[in-house]
């Protein structure tokens, strides 16, 4: 999926808006002035490139080399922000950051208690004391009812830009006992001008879902004190930093180091 992306995410995800809620956040939150952003499964690059104009220096890793490849290939040969392919469970760089961000849904990826705690140390290495950690996990109390049912919740959209439009269609499955939430999508891409079908892939999206009080235990456990969860949507209609509730499916929650 790493070269739509750009196409299916720029049509759903409001960048700048979500950047301005992450500053909100690190202004209210932060006991000291956040200057280096540890920017973790950064995709393309779309929040990394955002703050690194507006003056953070900001460093991009993801597992996905393809998805490295297309931020590469974006930066023009720009130092900041600077992009490497890394797993989150094992950073690996030569510096600390005033703050780390798993925005989006990379964070869901992390599909059981080990790959959390891996997670969590080892960013913990790239943070100085009383540095904040914000990350986004969806919730399973928000899980639509229908994902539990034999035959899933199923989705479609459509992306277009210039003379390609494609198609997306989605069968979301969620088991409640292991809290994973399954997406398959099948993807079709057309050429709206020869009519043909110029692609098509399927690809299958395992996503761990939690509760705000087991991620509470989970950070407790690891040394980082809980600040507060938010209510992190997509969109550009919240004016204020709402706290999260049962019904909140995309939880933004914030934490520090000890």
């Known amino acids: 999926m790493a070269r739509y992306y750009d196409l299916i995410y720029h049509h759903i995800v409001d960048y700048e808006f979500q950047t301005d809620f992450l500053e909100r956040i690190i202004e209210k939150h932060s006991k000291k002035e956040v200057?280096?952003?540890?920017?973790?499964?950064?995709?393309?690059?779309?929040?990394?490139?955002?703050?690194?104009?507006?003056?953070?220096?900001?460093?991009?890793?993801?597992?996905?080399?393809?998805?490295?490849?297309?931020?590469?290939?974006?930066?023009?040969?720009?130092?900041?922000?600077?992009?490497?392919?890394?797993?989150?469970?094992?950073?690996n760089l030569p510096k600390r950051y005033d703050a780390a961000v798993v925005l989006f849904g990379g964070f869901g990826y992390l599909l059981n208690y080990s790959d959390v705690?891996?997670?969590?140390?080892?960013?913990?290495?790239h943070l100085g004391s009383k540095n904040l950690l914000i990350f986004e996990f969806w919730q399973n109390s928000a899980i639509a009812p229908q994902a539990s049912l034999p035959t899933g919740y199923r989705t479609w959209d459509t992306f277009e830009k210039d003379s390609q439009l494609l198609v997306r269609l989605g069968a979301n499955k969620y088991d409640a006992q292991s809290g994973i939430l399954t997406l398959n999508f099948d993807f079709y891409v057309l050429d709206t001008k020869s009519k043909d079908v110029s692609d098509t892939f399927s690809?299958?999206?395992?996503?761990?879902?939690?509760?705000?009080?087991?991620?509470?235990?989970?950070?407790?456990?690891?040394?980082?004190?809980?600040?507060?969860?938010?209510?992190?949507?997509?969109?550009?209609k919240k004016k204020t930093l709402q706290p999260a509730s049962q019904s909140t499916f995309r939880v933004l929650a914030v934490c520090s180091t000890s």
Do not use: Q, W
């Open 35 to 91: 200057r280096s952003i540890l920017d973790i499964a950064c995709g393309t690059g779309n929040y990394s490139f955002i703050l690194a104009k507006r003056g953070y220096k900001v460093t991009g890793i993801d597992l996905s080399k393809e998805m490295i490849e297309i931020a590469l290939g974006k930066s023009a040969r720009r130092t900041n922000p600077e992009f490497l392919t890394m797993d989150m469970r094992r950073i």
């Open 117 to 125: 705690r891996d997670f969590l140390a080892s960013t913990k290495r």
């Open 203 to 236: 690809e299958t999206h395992a996503i761990r879902t939690y509760s705000i009080s087991e991620m509470r235990h989970f950070l407790e456990e690891n040394n980082y004190k809980p600040i507060a969860f938010y209510d992190g949507g997509l969109d550009g």
